[in-house]
């Protein structure tokens, strides 16, 4: 029996994305979907993309339609947002959240870094849901937590090195780059084609960016210490993928590191480490992240490379496969399509 799906503000990128992984599964169907600007009309009517393939109709939220005709919703909502109406159907159905609500474990952080949690009580529950490091826990979470792109592109070269203590704690630099979907399907001077078109810049450079206290969060709990990171992002003019080039000081050589990460995601069907530097061209539209590293024989700095689409793996491919694993099922079914290439 196929499970059944409701999205939360699926009119967006990431709710968009979801549809169309989950018209693709093989055991997962959708049966509510909402959106605050479009309740009431046809799916199709906002994404062209769907027309011929769907009729449902966006409605509004109530938590007894949704309890009862859905198995797991995917929140789609802003940070803020997302955890008041999380709360409203935590344990009735399964939750995948894909905003920054249950991710930070630590009240007073979250506060700092966004604003008050209106429900704290259900944090504890929730599952961080990077799948390749927390794969148990998700299979038996009612609550998942979906990290953030950046931190998916930074997380899953450096946990199992950190975790293996083979790289410097107190010296990790990481460089990342997003396409400008990443900012959203809302309207801003800043990712106006105009403005991006032609250009690459940085934007929150120092200790700005929200997604700063998720990577720490996860290397610290990896290193058994507090680890802090310099962290700054960079807007490419592309519509989607994510390129992080992360630094770290190490005495390991190339191939050991290599080996460290191999071995780490033996067996994961979405992390592969390349020989090579990876391209966000070789995972557009996948669920997959590709690690390059590279050191020189006479530095004591590694550079390794990290490239994921930010939609699918970043967001709601990691969504998909973790609700695989919280129903049981194959951890790559509706996640096996090829790049979108060229």
């Given at each position: 029996m196929a499970v059944s799906v409701g999205i939360l503000g699926a009119t967006g990128y990431t709710g968009a994305e979801l549809l169309r992984l989950i018209h693709l599964h093989p055991e997962a169907r959708v049966t509510f979907c909402s959106s605050r600007q479009h309740n009431g009309k046809r799916l199709d009517e906002v994404h062209d993309f769907l027309r011929g393939t769907t009729d449902i109709v966006l409605e509004d939220f109530d938590e007894d339609e949704i309890s009862r005709r859905c198995d797991v919703v995917f929140s789609c909502?802003?940070?803020?947002?997302?955890?008041?109406?999380?709360?409203?159907?935590?344990?009735?159905?399964?939750?995948?959240?894909?905003?920054?609500?249950?991710?930070?474990?630590?009240?007073?952080?979250?506060?700092?870094?966004?604003?008050?949690?209106?429900?704290?009580?259900?944090?504890?529950?929730?599952?961080?849901?990077?799948?390749?490091?927390?794969?148990?826990?998700?299979?038996?979470?009612?609550?998942?937590?979906?990290?953030?792109?950046?931190?998916?592109?930074?997380?899953?070269?450096?946990?199992?090195?950190?975790?293996?203590?083979?790289v410097d704690k107190d010296d990790i630099i990481v460089d990342s780059k997003s396409g400008v979907s990443g900012a959203g399907r809302g309207v801003s001077?800043?990712?106006?084609?105009?403005?991006?078109?032609?250009?690459?810049?940085?934007?929150?450079?120092?200790?700005?960016?929200?997604?700063?206290?998720?990577?720490?969060?996860?290397?610290?709990?990896?290193?058994?210490?507090?680890?802090?990171?310099?962290?700054?992002?960079?807007?490419?003019?592309?519509?989607?993928?994510?390129?992080?080039?992360?630094?770290?000081?190490?005495?390991?050589?190339?191939?050991?590191?290599?080996?460290?990460?191999?071995?780490?995601?033996?067996?994961?069907p979405f992390v592969r480490v390349v020989d090579g530097q990876p391209a966000t061209k070789d995972v557009r539209g996948t669920n997959r992240c590709l690690i390059g590293v590279v050191k020189h024989p006479s530095s004591r700095r590694a550079v390794i490379t990290s490239a994921i689409d930010n939609l699918t793996k970043g967001a709601s491919g990691q969504a998909v496969q973790c609700m695989n694993l919280m129903f049981g099922l194959d951890e790559s079914a509706g996640l096996d399509a090829l790049c979108l290439f060229p």
């Open positions: 909502l802003p940070h803020g947002a997302s955890m008041d109406f999380v709360s409203r159907i935590a344990g009735r159905v399964k939750v995948v959240d894909l905003s920054a609500d249950f991710r930070i474990k630590d009240v007073s952080v979250y506060r700092a870094w966004y604003q008050d949690h209106t429900c704290p009580d259900l944090i504890q529950d929730a599952v961080y849901g990077l799948c390749e490091i927390y794969r148990d826990k998700i299979r038996g979470a009612s609550l998942v937590a979906n990290p953030g792109c950046y931190p998916t592109s930074v997380l899953l070269p450096l946990v199992p090195l950190v975790r293996e203590g083979v001077l800043r990712t106006h084609i105009c403005e991006v078109g032609e250009s690459f810049s940085a934007y929150k450079a120092g200790r700005s960016h929200r997604h700063i206290p998720e990577m720490e969060q996860e290397l610290s709990h990896a290193a058994g210490r507090e680890v802090t990171i310099a962290f700054t992002p960079h807007l490419l003019p592309i519509s989607r993928g994510m390129l992080s080039t992360i630094y770290v000081v190490t005495r390991s050589d190339e191939a050991e590191l290599k080996d460290c990460l191999r071995t780490a995601y033996d067996g994961s």
